[in-house]
């Protein structure tokens, strides 16, 4: 866990309005199971209120587990370091009363909007043993629900749904004109053979929940370029560790290392009637060219996203000037990172941590910590080889409070996530 880089911050403030919420652990309660529609629909009624207005900003049910953030505010949406792109809030996996959830699918992507995401997702499940899943006519209501709200250039609404082995693991696809199920796709390899097949993307989710881990994230080349993501942060969790207690290693080793070039995504997975508004559940920021469907799967199919269970958080970075979810262009070398870390006026002074994190065998080996400031640009330098493996990843942390899910007795990520900038790769 040494200290090989040469690090230091300076100043560049730069910030937006206030938001409620300083990071806090706060464990949702388990998932809702259907409830009757019209209680879900009576119970929305407030959420669906207009952006930005005193209903949808405080006033929410107790079914989330966790506080409730403001509509609007934050980190301001540029970066400092880099241009081309704005930072648009994202929930890119959320379930109603059409799988698993409780909430009507009609006041989804209104409450969301008015929790001030940019962009939304609904993923129900495709199919599941004992709950059941979309139907057709399910799959065509989520497309139309999502034309209805869908505003290009102000907020993104995205059909999607969730692939659902129980032992194997759940994947989410996006922007895709079909969806499959267990029937047709029983397993990984039949699963990526219909992914293959479709212009979609794909993602790992809640990796290592179950049993089989992707039979451990067993490497595909046909779909190398379209499973783009691996999620990081689900409802409350940390997933960096997950099964690190029973025996298995880090998802997030067991991904990189086996070949998935995937970015980091932080979810809400809602199956309540609050979408978008707890606060501590899993988000992702991702850097657009513009607020579209087509801006967000170009900039998903880059991997230029961050995950979070932060709201208003801005996380932008770069390595040798290249962005996140891009590959450098060395073998080894000493690599300047540029960081830009913002919350709004809220955590001005917020004493944070970023943790280099490289290729270990069972958990990620931590190569440098650099203390840094909410609200400043931290730059450091840190060398890297291939011959150490071939990614690296910043995770931003407060080392004020534990992790709940700890790795190995010691591990500097053993302190509580706030954020994680999607990978880098060295050239092979």
Known sequence: MGDQGHHHTHGHDH??????????????????????????????????????????????TASSG???????????????????????????????????????????????????????????????????????????????????????????????????????????????????DMSLAPGMGAFFDWLDDRDAIAGFNHPGREELRFNEFGYNAAVHDRMV????????????????????????VACLNAGWRTGLTGVTDEHGTDWGFPEGKGRSGLWVTENTRAGVLEAMRARRFFATRVSGLRLDATAAGVRMGGQLPLTSG?????????????????????????????????????????????EFTVPLDTADGDWVVLRVSDPTQANGSPGPAGHACNDWGVAYSSPWWLQG
Request: a negative charge; glycine letters at 14%.
């Open 334 to 378: 000493d690599v300047r990172f540029r960081v830009d870390l913002d919350r709004g006026p809220e955590w001005v002074g917020r004493q944070l941590n970023i943790q280099v994190l490289r290729p270990g065998t069972a958990a990620p080996e931590v190569v440098d910590v650099v203390p840094t400031t909410a609200g400043r640009i931290t």
């Open 66 to 180: 966790g506080s409730r953030a403001k509509a609007a505010g934050g980190a301001a949406r540029s970066s400092l370091i880099t241009r081309g792109t704005t930072l648009v809030h994202a929930d890119l996996h959320n379930h109603t009363a059409m799988s698993d959830g409780d909430g009507d699918p009609a006041l989804a992507f209104a409450s969301m909007r008015s929790a001030g995401l940019d962009v939304a997702a609904l993923t129900d499940h495709s199919g599941v043993f004992t709950i059941g899943g979309l139907s057709s006519s399910e799959w065509k209501r989520t497309a139309q629900l999502a034309d209805a709200a869908d505003v290009p250039g102000v907020y993104t609404a995205i059909r999607g749904f969730e692939w659902t082995h129980a032992l194997l693991g759940h994947a989410n696809v996006w922007f895709s004109d079909s969806y499959v």
């Open 15 to 60: 910030h937006g309005n206030t938001h409620d919420g300083h990071g806090a652990d706060v464990r949702p309660g388990g998932p809702g199971r259907r409830a009757l529609l019209g209680a879900a629909a009576g119970g929305m009624l407030f959420l669906a209120a207009s952006p930005g207005s005193a209903a949808a900003a405080t006033t929410g």
């Open 229 to 252: 993501s691996l999620e990081m942060f689900n409802r409350g969790d940390d997933y960096l560790f997950e099964g690190w207690s029973s025996g298995k290693s880090s998802p997030l």
